[in-house]
């Protein structure tokens, strides 16, 4: 059993604000007997009397009544085992606690021995290991966060988190890494309170344990748009995946040609939507499928209720052999046409989605990220998006709780209104990946007493009576909800069963409120402010909601200047264990998928280790877009080489979206820029030129051919794959390409590859960049920090 307290000026018997160094120093001059009672763990202490319990000889007394009934529901020799108490301060300016935590560990350690305070530990044995010090209980930093991780994350067993003194910002921190680290295995003591036994002066416990309904891997995988993933993941789990998502899992399949079904329009649809969300590299390459498609399913339909034979009325996007047209050739042809005659309404459709071609042009060709206009281009074209896809939106809400406001006095500006003065947090910014301002949507959950201070606040918000930063939109009306949960969870006298029924109906009024929004938001902000266990509450729902749609979830706080001015404090809050197991899978596959930018995402809105692993994933997207944007290929020979390796040894492995997407990667990679393009420092390659294979004679021995017929030959598989000019899936694909070689046994696509760069750098003498190296170790790293997670994931 760990108990976890946090410390402050309650231990020493005093007010928030009182000047504890005297007694401080006569706590640490003090031996066993004197320790023990001046924190109250024995009678004759004078700074807690007349019958007043210290926090600490509460917690110690629940503490080991939850140890006896954890074992007798597991094993009963458990009975008898240790009490650890970790003791937390936390530094920085005035209201520092660090010397506070060190003389208190220290007292508690000498009055662990004395018969007395054994007597109030039931026989338990206690451990007290060195105190832990934040370095900033304002703002927790990242070696905090991880100070907390191995400390509570390490702890095999149940923890009991004291609800009680210190900063509301440490206890929300330490709350967070609890519940990421013991789901199952946590409980709440609200040692200010009487609890359901008064007369045994016993601090009220909240079990905090929950069994998890959501399934967080599915809901960041689905929101990102990888259903074909989450389809393998359940797969290699052993468990059978929602007819939803299963559904969804195979129209993308067959829209990158893994289906022994033709994509259509809809399917396809599907495979853009899910691009353009993600927004990353090469967003929008099924954009000129989807045009082809739904141009045939136009002239299908033309057909059918004109009763024109379809020779009368040939195919504008085929050559008359059958073979594709370049969607850009075709739409050209057709607007020469409508000079001499009135094009048919599939036709002229066509030539009007000219400028649709050019951003399918751009996300191929140059692999660029989806832009506002693409986005707003798409509910046009497509109608409704999936309903488990997460859409780029400045969309957020705001869970806070209200604290009661002084009568008299100065008050502090609300922090909403602290929040919408300034400019968006970057890590804010980065989960909504838009550029425009953002909508804020606020609930504020009161109690009673406080309903009317949260009316007030509302009512100044929606106003717009603060100077609002220009990044964010103004309030709507309906824009701030002010709902109550009766009866304040810290009254005096207060029964835990009330209190922890008062948490579960703050849970659940922020859950329904969040599930309510018109637009599901892009991130979710939880504030400190208001009752310490409505504050939990909120931040649980937050966690529930945010895992069950994949959207990360933020703690936000301020603190006052010297100036008066409020400084918003963002904290990066500690995930729930499955959540974490999730973005770091999710990593995974989006790194194998070249999705650089998204794994970069993901890895940002993970615990501090994770943020540090994003810039590398940037980095890899930086030099890759270097060399497809290069007018000197050749410069870029070593790079290019290092990215088809790095796709050639990992392709077979991933889905077949991800194949069409890479080998499209690889030949874009080889394709020089159009002429249009080319500026005065374009470079006519050399290593990396290649040339078309003959076609015709007899079968050739691809053992033979030289480096520029291996590259062009990749370049052909990338034309024959649905997101550009065919409808065949890799392997398919590769067959077609290679169907003049007289090969005993098959050349898959990987293997091409791997003749190819080898015959380049044989016949060149090139170097291979540590590219994939990179994009290797950043992998690893990734996968060794999935399985560092703490304790038992799905």
């Known amino acids: 059993m760990l108990l976890v307290h946090v410390v402050g000026n309650a231990d020493l018997g005093l007010g928030s604000r009182a000047d504890g160094s005297e007694r401080l120093r006569r706590l640490r001059d003090a031996d066993g007997p004197e320790a023990a009672r001046l924190l109250g763990l024995t009678d004759g202490g004078e700074w807690f009397a007349d019958g007043v319990l210290s926090p600490l000889h509460k917690e110690l007394v629940a503490v080991s009544k939850l140890q006896e009934a954890v074992a007798v529901s597991k094993l009963p020799e458990a009975k008898g085992e240790q009490l650890r108490v970790l003791v937390i301060g936390a530094g920085g300016g ?11 560990r220290q007292a508690l350690v000498k009055a662990a021995s004395e ?59 330490v709350a967070g890494v609890t519940a990421a680290t013991h789901p199952d295995e946590w409980s709440l003591l609200l040692i200010d309170r009487a609890g359901d036994d008064r007369r045994s002066g016993i601090a009220p416990r909240i079990d905090m344990s929950v069994t998890p309904h959501e399934d967080p891997l599915r ?25 939803e998502f299963q559904n969804a899992a195979r129209v993308v399949r067959r829209a990158a040609g893994g289906e022994p079904e033709k994509a259509g329009p809809e399917d396809l649809a599907v495979l853009l939507w ?12 099924a954009l000129r499928a989807w045009l082809v498609a739904e141009y045939r399913r136009r002239r299908c339909k033309y057909l059918g209720e004109t009763g024109v034979e379809s020779d009368q009325y040939p195919d504008a996007t085929l050559k008359s052999g059958g073979k594709p047209i370049m969607i850009g050739k075709a739409i050209c042809k057709l607007r020469k046409r409508s000079e001499r005659q009135k094009l048919t309404g599939p036709d002229a459709w066509l030539v009007e989605q000219k400028h649709l071609v050019e ?21 046009v074209l497509l109608g409704d998006r999936p309903d488990w896809l997460s859409w780029p939106s400045g969309d957020v809400c705001l869970l806070s709780g209200q604290g009661k406001q002084p009568k008299n006095g100065p008050r502090r500006p609300p922090i909403i209104a602290t929040m919408m003065s300034n400019e968006p947090n970057e890590a804010l910014r980065r989960a909504c990946a838009v550029d425009s301002p953002l909508t804020l949507e606020t609930l504020i959950a009161c109690s009673k007493e406080t309903r009317a201070d949260g009316r007030r606040v509302a009512d100044e918000i929606i106003a717009d009576s603060f100077i609002r930063h220009k990044a964010w939109r103004p309030v709507e009306a309906d824009g701030v909800t002010v709902c109550s949960y009766g009866r304040p969870a810290t009254d ?11 948490m579960r109906r703050v849970q659940s009024l922020a859950d329904e409120w969040l599930g309510n929004r018109p637009r599901r938001p892009r991130a979710i902000v939880t504030t400190v402010l208001g009752e310490k266990p409505v504050v939990i509450a909120l931040l649980r729902a937050a966690q529930v909601f945010g895992a069950r ?20 404090q963002f904290h990066q809050f500690g995930l729930d264990r499955d959540v974490r197991a999730a973005l770091l899978t999710a990593a995974e596959h989006c790194l194998d998928r070249l999705d650089l930018l998204t794994a970069a995402r ?31 290929l050749d410069g870029c020979a070593s790079i290019v080489l290092s990215v088809m390796r790095a796709v050639g040894n990992r392709i077979d492995d991933v889905e077949p979206d991800a194949q069409a997407r890479l080998a499209t990667i690889v030949g874009e990679l080889l394709s020089l820029p159009p002429r249009s393009r080319r500026g005065d420092d374009f470079r006519e390659p050399r290593v990396l030129a290649h040339c078309k294979p003959p076609e015709s004679g007899a079968p050739a021995d691809l053992d033979f051919e030289d480096a520029k017929i291996l590259l062009r030959l990749l370049v052909q598989v990338r034309d024959e794959v649905p997101l550009n000019h065919g409808d065949l899936g890799l392997q398919d694909a590769t067959a077609h390409v290679l169907g003049r070689y007289a090969q005993q046994v098959p050349c898959t696509y990987a293997q091409l590859i791997d003749r190819a760069v080898r015959a380049v750098t044989e016949t060149h003498g090139v170097a291979v960049s540590d590219w994939e190296e990179r994009l290797d170790e950043l992998r690893r790293n990734v996968s060794e920090r999935r399985g560092d997670v703490y304790g038992r994931t799905r």
């Not at 994949?550 to 400084?567: A, C, H, Q, W, Y």
């Not at 590398?616 to 270097?626: G, K, P, Q, V, W």
């Open 219 to 243: 809901g960041w995988l689905m929101g990102l748009g990888l259903p074909t993933v989450l389809g393998a993941e359940y797969e290699r789990r052993g468990e059978v995946l929602p007819d």
């Open 602 to 632: 993901l890895l940002a809105l993970g615990d501090p280790e994770m943020g540090v692993l994003a810039a590398n994933a940037i980095a890899l997207s930086d030099d890759l877009l270097t060399a497809v944007r290069s007018q000197d």
């Open 359 to 379: 951003m399918g042009n751009e996300a191929t060709h140059e692999l660029g990220t989806a832009t506002e206009e693409l986005r707003e281009h798409l509910p």
């Open 492 to 502: 005096n006298g207060i029964v835990s069963a009330d209190a922890e029924e008062g």
């Open 115 to 173: 018969p007395d305070c054994l007597a109030l530990l039931n026989g338990h044995r206690l451990e007290v290991p060195e105190a832990l010090v934040l370095s900033d209980g304002l703002n927790p930093s990242a070696d905090d966060h991880e100070q907390l991780d191995n400390a509570i994350g390490g702890h095999d067993g149940h923890v009991a988190l004291s609800l009680a003194g210190g900063a509301s910002t440490v206890l929300v921190e």
């Open 274 to 285: 899910a691009d353009v969300a993600r927004g990353d590299l090469a967003a929008g390459m």
């Open 549 to 568: 749609h994949g959207i990360p979830v933020f703690l936000m706080s301020s603190v006052k200047n010297d100036d008066g001015t409020e400084e918003l």
């Open 94 to 104: 005035s209201r520092s606690t660090e010397e506070t935590a060190r003389v208190v």
